[in-house]
């Protein structure tokens, strides 16, 4: 791996950080201590801030995720859900390793470990600043950053204190507190109980975070603790054309033995000190989470418990060699461990002597993983107004699998025999940014996305598919993009335009088969912007269109179920808009009013079957009426539009998970 700094290029400088407005700048700077990348890097990147992240008050992540362009993250039952980022949503193994989930910059996961849940897992109720990058992760991250990367980042020391308490129509209250000695350390504690609006349904949420700030043996360190606890009575898919209309139904659940308990804890710390004429940055963490739950989205109704620990090491170096070269390179290394084990309790079967699905254990195996990557990026600056930023990421994955079922197959279960697996992954990017003017850069970039199978990938495999077929899925994505300020800085925007092509797209069929050489294709055009109408009124949004269609051939083992090359993909819907309209009528009196709007999508790969999509509409509103404490309010579904949050078509049924009614939350802040 010697060689694979060779070529690699980059530019660096700060047009666009000085053509920003100063809210925007310091919006932005959290990204630079713990993310992915600077602002000013090309590629596309969006940061919530913490005033924002406090305003929302999201009580689920799709709420403040979703305002951003590109991202469509669906809210399944209590907090389950399904992510998209510059993709369709995505399930299994693939929902669960295309997108890369971080805490302070750290993956809250090893690579093999992933979970189509895992948001629920940082601690975003009290983060100071929230990043998405959209395609692609830069060289510092590998595997799992394929289509997208989200950071949540833990608030600073130093920041104040804060207690928050709401409580809910829907029966779902809250408090949140902050609590900041101000020099060295902080605690913040976020618990939610919510009684459900569906048929015995409910949840219980509970999370931690300790962060501290001191000096060690000449070495500046920041470091944190986090937990998080979830007990969850599920509810399932609703059944039927255009079920979510019904508002009978809606709150129906036809699924009242459907739960989901996890815990997850993480630590890690950040030690820098200037060395050798550059930076040295270490950050070593570890990981550990725990979950049970029942698979009511399945039609055996198994009960599936996994988990994993793990930990590693993060180190890079960066040089100013000159002002207009900097390097940078870096190493990582994670162990994990992981484990499942998946049992059906209950007989079933589509017909008499159905013997598809045997009662008893389907699958429990372990999975011992070893990664190990080198990295590198150079900053070059072209002229006075052109950068060039160029990096190379080498990453190799070992895993190590063994069954305590016996091998072989059994009903629709293929429980392979004790074996390894090894991975190399190798992903170069390269990028352009031009400075057209004091207020204006254009970008480019090219960056390829890898990642290793998932471990359920690999090992919880169907009785039709062959152990060692499944392969490394890669992406390459090419984008353009202009950005910066205008009419003397009461306007930013952001605009990016896209092409990726997927290979060796893994998922699953309508017939619950996994597929593991999908290919797809995916284009689109996203902007987002904030204009300050006057002093007192502002717009802000983001509105995305993509297309992203199969590029293979398919027929399902049934035949119930053709893919065609040029297929739209299933939950891919093409319009996705936020805007929000606010209001500053005194010093004390915010107003906001809010609309997202999901397009119309397929549900199936077949293309057969439509969800016509939604707009719903929300309001916020809040009173200072002392100093450091306010009073909100928060309406959701202003309209009480009857949607769906997810809709598919799986073994021949339509389902959903309906969309909340109209509901409010009331409630108080006190910063001190």
């Known amino acids: 791996m010697r060689h694979i700094w060779a070529g690699v290029f980059a530019a ?94 750290v993956p809250v996961r090893s690579p093999a470990f992933g979970n189509v849940n895992s948001l629920f897992e940082p601690h975003h109720e009290v983060a100071s600043a929230i990043e998405v990058v959209r395609g692609p992760g830069s060289a510092k991250y590998g595997s799992n950053a394929v289509h997208g990367l989200v950071n949540v980042i ?14 809910g129509t829907l029966g779902r209250w809250r408090s949140d507190v902050t609590l900041d000695q101000g020099e060295h350390w902080l605690a913040a504690v976020s618990i939610q109980k919510d009684t459900g609006w569906r048929d015995n349904t409910g949840m219980d949420q509970q999370k931690l975070t300790v962060v501290g700030d001191w000096a060690l043996g000449g070495w500046d360190t920041t470091g944190w603790l986090t937990a998080s606890n979830l007990n969850q009575e599920t509810a399932g898919f609703i059944q039927g054309a255009d079920a979510y209309k019904d508002e009978d139904i809606a709150k129906s659940n036809p699924n009242p033995e459907a739960y989901r308990d996890a815990w997850s804890a993480r630590a890690g710390a950040r030690l820098s000190r200037e060395m050798g004429g550059g930076t040295l940055t270490l950050t070593p963490y570890a990981h550990t989470q725990a979950m049970i739950f029942a698979q009511h989205f399945l039609p055996n109704g198994g009960v599936e418990k996994n988990g994993s620990t793990g930990g590693g090491v993060m180190a890079r170096f960066q040089r100013e060699v000159s002002e207009a070269v900097t390097w940078r390179v870096g190493a990582d290394v994670d162990v994990a461990s992981g484990w499942l084990k998946e049992i059906q309790p209950e007989p079933f079967g589509f017909f008499p002597g159905d013997a598809r699905f045997p009662q008893g254990k389907h699958y429990d195996y372990t999975v011992d993983t070893l990664t190990g990557a080198l990295w590198g990026e150079l900053d070059y600056a072209l002229t006075d107004d052109m950068r060039l930023l160029a990096g190379l990421r080498a990453e190799t994955h070992e895993y190590d699998y063994s069954t305590d079922v016996a091998p072989g197959i059994n009903g629709r279960f293929n429980v392979p025999a004790d074996r390894t697996d090894n991975f190399d992954l190798l992903t170069p990017k ?14 480019a970039n090219y960056a390829r996305g890898e990642r290793a199978p998932q471990a359920s990938d690999l090992y919880r495999l169907q009785s039709l598919q062959v152990a060692g077929e499944v392969e490394e899925e890669t992406l390459d994505s090419v984008e353009i993009g202009a950005r910066g300020s205008a009419l003397d800085g009461r306007l930013v925007y952001d605009v990016a335009a896209y092409w990726m092509e997927k290979e060796n797209f893994f998922f699953r069929d309508s017939d619950g088969l996994n597929v593991p050489n999908g290919s797809t294709e995916h284009a689109g055009i996203e902007a987002s912007a904030a204009l300050e109408l006057t002093t007192a009124l502002s ?53 906001s009013l809010n609309v997202d709007h999901v397009g119309e999508y397929f549900v199936d790969p077949a293309n057969t079957t439509v969800y016509p999509g939604h707009t719903v509409l929300g309001a916020r509103g809040a009173w200072v009426f002392a100093e450091g404490t306010e009073v909100f309010l928060i309406v959701r579904n202003l309209t009480d539009e009857r949607y769906a949050d997810r809709a598919d078509l799986a073994f021949g049924n339509d389902r959903y998970f309906p969309g909340e009614p109209i509901n409010a939350t009331l409630g108080m802040r006190k910063k001190f």
């Open 154 to 167: 833990l608030p600073d020391v130093g920041a104040g204190s804060e207690t928050v308490a709401s409580y």
């Open 12 to 105: 660096s400088g700060a047009a666009l950080a000085a053509a920003m407005p100063v809210a925007a700048q310091e919006r932005l700077e959290p990204v630079n201590v713990w993310g992915d990348r600077a602002e000013t890097d090309p590629g596309s990147l969006a940061v919530l801030d913490n005033a924002e992240i406090a305003d929302t008050l999201a009580d689920h992540p799709a709420e403040i995720l979703n305002k951003l362009p590109g991202v469509n993250i669906q809210m399944n039952s209590g907090q389950e859900h399904l992510i998209a980022i510059r993709s369709p949503v995505l399930t299994g193994g693939a929902g669960q390793g295309s997108f890369l989930i971080m805490e302070n910059g």
């Open 539 to 591: 717009v802000s949004g983001s509105t995305s269109w993509s297309d992203q269609t199969y590029t293979f051939d398919r027929i399902t083992s049934s035949g119930t179920e053709t893919i065609q090359d040029g297929n739209e993909i299933d939950t891919a819907p093409e319009w996705l808009a936020n805007v929000s309209l606010d209001w500053k009528a005194t010093e004390a009196i915010k107003l």
């Open 430 to 443: 390269l990028g352009l940014i031009w400075s057209v003017a004091d207020a204006t850069d254009l970008y």
